[in-house]
């Protein structure tokens, strides 16, 4: 009488009788990673739609809190018609942020980087110093050389 064994019954090359893989050829592969695509593509544009709700300031909170729900139990439904009715306004809100965002950026950088001041300027400046004895007549001579050359 033979013993049971244990586990997947071999055949006899060496292979199991019960394999298990996901991925069976190229199509296989192919049709994984479309559906992956969809997949993130589809929460990019829920998440999307989720900060847009928030950002909407003449949605009162009821509107937002009906459209959250919305949105959880029909997703593919709620943003098909969230884009349909709201997409415009939308759009709108998206780039006055984007413009929000480069204009203080611009501030940041122009505060951070100082003022262009002239040739001119900057010979004055130099000037008070000197008169002032903080710089000597070189160091006056070579910021001068500096001012004018640029």
Known sequence: METPRLGPRRTGHGTSTTEVCAVNGFWDLFWWFFWIYVWVALLMILFSVVVDIFRDHSLNGWGKALWIVFLVFF?????LVYMIARGRG??????????EVQTAQDDYIRSV???SSSSSDEIAKAKALLDAGTIS????????AKALAS
């Open 75 to 79: 997703p593919l439904l709620a943003i």
């Open 137 to 144: 007549q070189g160091e006056f001579d070579t910021i001068k």
């Open 90 to 99: 939308m759009a709108q809100r998206s780039g006055r942020e984007a413009a």
């Open 113 to 115: 980087a100082g003022s």
